[in-house]
């Protein structure tokens, strides 16, 4: 037997100087649900680009390395080994990982067999998948933070390099998770509150050994101010002009009462914040747009609401043309008359 493992050795190793590495390997199997110890085993599978050295390492139940299968795969990336005597591999009862891969072990494809004594059968990858996410609630400008796990810690303790990495999607833009821990951490500012109730859904992923789970999560903002009210318009009442009987005179004219100018900037609005990052929020995030046109359509535009002028387009005059909001010159040739060209 030392002498099949030596010569398998060395020809991986002389395939390994011959042919250039780049791809990835996406699949590795074998042909049967299960062997005896008596037969012998072949592995196939498929690589990214075709053409490449394929290495199928092999870890035993104590983590030992200690056989290694060489191959090439076709012009279409698919491949398989040489069938392998089932006792040149399996002596130790476990489970057994086989690795095919092209440069690096770890972005390679695994399979797992087990064997109890007499036959080795495939073992099933374990599921990666998220604990559930329950929903939260926060205030604005207070910090919410919470870990996120998964079900089967198998994944952290044994697949090296490949350890769960978790992100987030359609997350806000301040809101962050520790890709390592799965430690989500956000203080929603005064601007993501309103007079009542706000709730943000988004997305926490997790990818590991070539699998993604994803659980979605709502972020409730509680009420932060209270409804604005808007006070009626009073129309000024003018008394009605009496005649008398002997000389017709004239009433004093009423004078309708002006009641002082009130702001006009709603009431969300944070003074000490720049009023533009208001209207940027409005142009560009389509969730806060359809929440001021709803509540706040007292106002004509973002721009009133947060005490800015509207930005006006002009019609520019004769030799000018409208360029990036612009009146601009328009050079004009100038054509002579006939009798100057003799």
Partial sequence: MQITLAGVGILS??????????????????????????????????????????????????GKRNYVIGTISNSEGKFETTPVNAKNIFSTIGIYEFTAFTLKEENGSSIFLKFDGDRILEEEKPLLQLNLIEDKIVEV?????????????????TYDGRDPFFSLENAPVDATIDSSTGKFLWTPSKSYGSFEDVIYNFDIVVKADNQE?????????????????????????????????????????????????KSTIASFVDQSKDPQSYVDRYNNEKSYKVWFD?????????????GLEEPEFGICGEGTKLIDGICSVIQKI?????????
């Fill in 334 to 342: 100038s054509e002579k008359p006939w009798w100057q060209f003799w």
């Fill in 141 to 157: 400008e207070k910090t919410i933070t919470f870990t996120v796990s998964i079900t089967d810690n198998t994944f952290i303790e």
């Fill in 13 to 62: 190793l002389f395939l390994i100087m011959l042919v250039p590495v780049y791809a990835e390997v996406i699949e590795i199997s074998v042909e049967k649900s299960f062997y005896t110890i008596d037969e012998k085993i072949l592995f196939s599978g498929n690589d990214e680009e075709g053409s490449s050295m394929i290495s199928v390492v092999v870890k035993d139940p104590d």
């Fill in 294 to 306: 709803e509540n706040y359509s007292q106002y004509s535009s973002i721009y009133e609401a947060v």
């Fill in 213 to 261: 789970d994803r659980e979605n999560i709502s972020i409730i903002i509680k009420k932060a101010y209270d409804e604005p009210t808007v006070e009626p318009t009073v129309e000024p009442t003018v008394e009605p002009t009496v005649e008398p009987t002997v000389e017709p005179t004239v009433e004093p004219t009423v004078e309708p009462t002006v009641e002082p100018m």
